[in-house]
């Protein structure tokens, strides 16, 4: 079945621990992207990937990493998380770049709620 | 589920009535649209997309309109189902780069 899989789905942790959430995309797709998503705000972007080892910043990058390092893979890391990076976090992917070869609706993964205590 | 929204614009709507669901976009060179369907404990699913040199374009039961001189989109959903209710979000590609704006999304609540 064609997915994004994003672990894990729920953390609480405190500040400052790092941590890293995980996406993995088993379509062989080009684009990756991270977003958070918070009450009244809709999605923003936080990273994104146009293939291995090319990635670049989003509308919210401070405080994140990410990289890119195999095509199927592309984890999110707080290097020092902070409370105001509680949110609901999802990964998507598409085919292409949402800009090249005709631009692609992104399949996005079922979340990831973190809680930054 | 999880909660995507507490304080969403909310749509009610009759089974069987059409839903028309607006979205203003920000950027005037945008050249990509897309609207998602989020429901809840899950992640935006794909509905329906449209380019910029298109004004109109049709899908099962769901239509989506663009105007671009008043930066304005909009999705029709013809027979709406309670299956239906859920987040909706428009969502803009910027040309030049790679990067997706979502709006903020409305709640779409159908009444059996």
């Known amino acids: 079945e064609a997915q994004v899989t994003q672990n894990p789905r729920y953390l609480i942790t405190v500040t400052g621990k790092k941590l890293t959430v995980t996406c993995s995309q088993n379509?062989?797709?080009?684009?990756m992207s991270w977003y958070r998503q918070d009450p009244g705000l809709g999605l923003r972007q936080i990273y994104y990937?146009?293939?291995?080892?090319?990635?670049d910043k989003g509308d919210v990058p401070e405080g994140y990493k990410v990289s890119r390092k195999e095509k199927r893979n592309f984890p999110l890391i707080l290097e020092s998380p902070s409370p105001n990076q509680t949110s609901l976090y999802f990964c998507a992917s598409s085919l292409s770049s949402p800009l090249g070869g005709g631009n692609q609706p992104q399949h996005f993964g079922d979340g990831t709620r973190l809680s930054i205590l | 589920g999880e909660s995507v929204g507490l304080h969403l614009p909310t749509l009610s709507v009759q089974e069987g009535d059409n839903s028309i669901i607006n979205c203003a976009y920000s950027n005037s060179a945008s050249d990509y649209f897309i609207w998602y369907k989020q429901e809840s404990g899950k992640g935006p699913q794909f509905i329906i997309d449209i380019r910029s040199n298109m004004d109109k374009r049709q899908g099962q039961r769901v239509t989506v309109l663009l105007n671009k001189t008043v930066k304005h989109l909009s999705l029709q959903i013809a027979a709406t189902q309670p299956g239906d209710s859920a987040v909706y979000f428009c969502?803009?590609?910027?040309?030049?780069?790679?990067?997706?704006?979502f709006g903020a999304g409305t709640r779409l609540f159908v009444k059996a």
């Open positions: 990937s146009m293939n291995v080892e090319v990635t």
């Open positions: 969502a803009e590609n910027f040309p030049g780069g790679f990067k997706t704006i």
């Open positions: 379509m062989n797709h080009e684009y």
